[in-house]
């Protein structure tokens, strides 16, 4: 279970318990996938998330109107270590992604990783979340790499996000 449960993040983006605004940016972590070719983004990627992990990984709710912190929490989004999250925003990727596969040779390969988002409440049409990190820019965290040509896998050891020791908790969804 993430810090925010479905209820709580409902009831927390109702509106600004401060100055009473309905639109609110809310920050999160959360799946992308994004192919790369000899080490190089080829894409934007996609998201691979579901609403629950969208919630799951919230650390942030602030209201655009005042500013107010209607949600702040400094923990790992992913495995909850206190004071984790100093070591995942703005932070450089630590998975190491090899311009060719080790094994194959093959240029192509595709990775999971976790992105920070953010997504503004309020607004009549649901919007969907915006990257503010991909593959390449420090916030972004590579936690899977897989060839195209082969079965190669390498995954990221410990915490995905902020490298801590875990034990990763189970997600939602
Ligand atoms: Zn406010
Ligand atoms: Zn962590
Ligand atoms: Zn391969």
């Not at 005042?66 to 929490?73: E, L, P």
């Amino acid at each position: 279970m993430g810090n925010l449960d479905e209820k709580t993040f409902e009831t927390t983006i109702a509106h600004c318990t401060k100055c009473g605004a309905k639109a609110l940016e809310v920050f999160t972590y959360i799946d992308r996938q994004i192919s790369v070719m000899l080490g190089e983004r080829n894409d934007d990627g996609r998201w691979t998330h579901d609403g629950e992990k969208f919630i799951d990984g919230v650390y942030r709710i602030k209201c655009i109107a005042c500013s107010h912190d209607q949600y702040a929490s400094h923990d790992c989004p992913r495995c909850h270590r206190a004071g984790g999250l100093a070591d995942v925003v703005g932070k450089p990727s630590r998975l190491a992604v090899p311009k060719r596969c080790p094994s194959c040779k093959a240029t192509e390969l595709t990775l999971t990783g976790f992105a920070p988002a953010t997504v503004r409440t309020g607004e009549a049409h649901k919007p969907s979340p915006r990257p503010t990190a991909l593959f390449g820019d420090p916030g972004f965290h590579v936690a899977h790499i897989m060839c195209d040509g082969c079965d190669y896998v390498a995954l990221a050891e410990g915490c995905p996000l902020c490298a801590g020791p875990g034990p990763l908790r189970t997600r939602p969804g």
